[in-house]
């Protein structure tokens, strides 16, 4: 049978296959690559030569009564080393990258052992499709017209709940980028039912990313087009607290959009509802912080929360931090300067009082002026804690390496800080008759079964 009778053969079996882009190992099996060529008619292709088979690609083009196609890329390095292979297959898929990986196809059908191997390899890691051709044999030659097509299956076929399960740990641990990688990689991979669950899953690791570093524009979306189609089955039990968490990200964007106008800012600032999904996502984010030990960052956001709790205490008294006129306030309480010194003098500060700088402005209010402005308000807030409670804490804090200092928060220091955030916490709550627990819940992310 000659070559043209085999090839036709082929091309039955393949079918209406075809595609972008095939790299083909150099060998002196000339036959396979034509066939594959003419088979799957790939738009571009590469070859990987040894100094010996670097005619290989005037064979193929031979086999298929042309001339060797100048689009044609080939590499030639010596393979003995299988990290030759991965180097040169680099500068390929570097060559190619305006293609998605799996539209990439590598025949493991002939060349030298480290070429196959790394091949193989390399496809596995990269994403790469793979093929190669199965032939029967007599008397160890190829029976001409027997040669068929063959795809592996993916590894991930078999092992993909090994990965899965790897996913979820970096999950339910608060490594959602890369849960988010897994799960990607492993809904491109696997049969469809778990595809799509895993590509959920992707999708709202890739939320929580988002949500967790305050790009809450790109977390709205990504939340939305999670939740555009039906859930899968292992998804439908999160159902409504997904739902919640978009809500909390739709008020969320709105409260910081609001804030970032000026004449909306104290309006927004006051209004608790506003604000309690920017509490909510910062203490929440604080609590996973301290389930990873990370000690400095979750002081950071908790420091956030206490000075956002006293922002909107002053703000529903009419006092914006970032320019207060503290002149119409101490005209409602004609004594409130003199109980401002009386609270400096307790904590041995210098008796400044509540005066504008030298452009008859008020200085931006700070996390502890703050505090100290609300005790001389006799606010509900500071009633069930000790200023200098605040004050010990809030200087820890400031000397960690996250602030203004050069070291890391001991757990200890840590702890101590967090106790007085959620005496203030309880406290803010009790004074808006709001249940905490509920608040909690609406911003905790969700955490799968093992």
Same mark, same amino acid.
């Given at each position: 049978?000659?070559?043209?009778?085999?090839?036709?053969?082929?091309?039955?079996?393949?079918?209406?296959?075809?595609?972008?882009?095939?790299?083909?190992?150099?060998?002196?099996?000339?036959?396979?690559?034509?066939?594959?060529?003419?088979?799957?008619?790939?738009?571009?292709?590469?070859?990987?030569?040894?100094?010996?088979?670097?005619?290989?690609?005037?064979?193929? @083009?031979?086999?298929?009564?042309?001339?060797?196609?100048?689009?044609?890329?080939?590499?030639?390095?010596?393979?003995?080393?299988?990290?030759?292979?991965?180097?040169?297959?680099?500068?390929?898929? =570097? @060559?190619?990258?305006?293609?998605?990986?799996?539209? !990439?196809?590598?025949?493991?059908?002939?060349?030298?052992?480290?070429?196959?191997?790394?091949?193989?390899?390399?496809?596995?890691?990269?994403?790469?499709?793979?093929?190669?051709?199965?032939?029967?044999?007599?008397?160890?030659?190829?029976?001409?017209?027997?040669?068929?097509?063959?795809?592996?299956?993916?590894?991930?076929?078999?092992?993909?709940?090994?990965?899965?399960?790897? @996913?979820?740990?970096?999950?339910?641990?608060?490594?959602?980028?890369?849960?988010?990688?897994?799960?990607?990689?492993?809904?491109?991979?696997?049969?469809?039912?778990?595809?799509?669950?895993?590509?959920?899953?992707?999708?709202?690791?890739?939320?929580?990313?988002?949500?967790?570093?305050? #790009?809450?524009?790109?977390?709205?979306?990504?939340?939305?087009?999670?939740?555009?189609?039906?859930?899968?089955?292992?998804?439908?039990?999160?159902?409504?607290?997904?739902?919640?968490?978009?809500?909390?990200?739709?008020?969320?964007?709105?409260?910081?959009?609001?804030?970032?106008?000026?004449?909306?800012?104290?309006?927004?600032?006051?209004?608790?509802?506003?604000?309690?999904?920017?509490?909510?996502?910062?203490?929440?984010?604080?609590?996973?912080?301290?389930?990873?030990?990370?000690?400095?960052?979750?002081?950071?956001?908790?420091?956030?929360?206490?000075?956002?709790?006293?922002?909107?205490?002053?703000?529903?008294?009419?006092?914006?931090?970032?320019?207060?006129?503290?002149?119409?306030?101490?005209?409602?309480?004609?004594?409130?300067?003199?109980?401002?010194?009386?609270?400096?003098?307790?904590?041995?500060?210098?008796?400044?009082?509540?005066?504008?700088?030298?452009?008859?402005?008020? #200085?931006?209010?700070?996390?502890?002026?703050?505090?100290?402005?609300?005790?001389?308000?006799?606010?509900?807030?500071?009633?069930?804690?000790?200023?200098?409670? !605040?004050?010990?804490?809030?200087?820890?804090? #400031?000397?960690? !390496?996250? @602030?203004?200092?050069?070291?890391?928060?001991? =757990?200890?220091?840590?702890?101590?800080?967090?106790?007085?955030?959620?005496?203030?916490?309880?406290?803010?709550?009790?004074?808006?008759?709001?249940?905490?627990?509920?608040?909690?819940?609406?911003?905790?992310?969700?955490?799968?079964?093992?």
């Amino acid at each position: 049978m000659d070559f043209s009778e085999q090839l036709a053969h082929f091309i039955a079996r393949v079918g209406t296959r075809r595609i972008p882009a095939l790299i083909i190992p150099g060998s002196r099996q000339a036959d396979t690559a034509a066939l594959l060529i003419a088979a799957l008619q790939p738009e571009r292709v590469a070859f990987l030569l040894t100094p010996e088979t670097t005619d290989f690609p005037a064979q193929v @083009a031979a086999k298929l009564g042309r001339q060797p196609d100048a689009r044609w890329l080939c590499k030639t390095a010596r393979y003995t080393d299988i990290n030759q292979v991965y180097r040169e297959l680099r500068v390929v898929i =570097e @060559a190619w990258s305006d293609l998605e990986r799996e539209q !990439i196809l590598v025949d493991l059908t002939g060349g030298t052992k480290p070429m196959t191997v790394g091949l193989a390899k390399a496809a596995y890691v990269l994403g790469l499709g793979t093929v190669y051709i199965e032939s029967d044999y007599e008397q160890n030659r190829v029976i001409p017209g027997s040669q068929r097509l063959i795809e592996p299956s993916d590894p991930y076929e078999v092992f993909g709940d090994l990965e899965a399960g790897e @996913a979820r740990r970096f999950f339910n641990a608060h490594d959602y980028v890369i849960a988010e990688r897994i799960y990607s990689d492993l809904a491109r991979r696997v049969p469809a039912d778990d595809g799509t669950f895993y590509a959920c899953m992707a999708q709202l690791a890739r939320a929580y990313t988002q949500w967790e570093s305050f #790009n809450i524009a790109a977390a709205v979306q990504t939340m939305a087009d999670l939740l555009a189609h039906p859930l899968p089955a292992r998804l439908a039990p999160y159902q409504s607290t997904l739902h919640d968490h978009y809500q909390a990200l739709i008020s969320l964007d709105a409260t910081i959009k609001a804030m970032s106008n000026q004449q909306q800012a104290l309006t927004t600032l006051a209004n608790r509802q506003a604000i309690l999904p920017l509490l909510g996502s910062l203490y929440a984010n604080a609590l996973r912080r301290e389930t990873q030990h990370r000690y400095d960052t979750a002081a950071l956001l908790r420091y956030r929360c206490l000075e956002l709790m006293s922002q909107h205490r002053l703000a529903t008294r009419g006092v914006w931090v970032e320019k207060p006129d503290l002149d119409q306030l101490k005209a409602q309480i004609p004594d409130l300067d003199s109980s401002y010194r009386e609270v400096e003098r307790s904590l041995g500060f210098r008796e400044r009082g509540l005066q504008p700088n030298r452009d008859g402005q008020y #200085n931006p209010i700070t996390l502890l002026n703050g505090y100290m402005l609300l005790t001389a308000l006799n606010d509900p807030l500071i009633q069930t804690i000790m200023l200098t409670d !605040i004050r010990q804490r809030v200087n820890v804090r #400031n000397k960690s !390496i996250l @602030a203004h200092g050069f070291r890391q928060i001991t =757990e200890a220091e840590y702890r101590d800080f967090a106790r007085v955030v959620e005496q203030l916490l309880d406290q803010f709550f009790a004074i808006a008759q709001e249940q905490r627990s509920a608040w909690e819940e609406r911003y905790r992310f969700i955490e799968l079964p093992s």
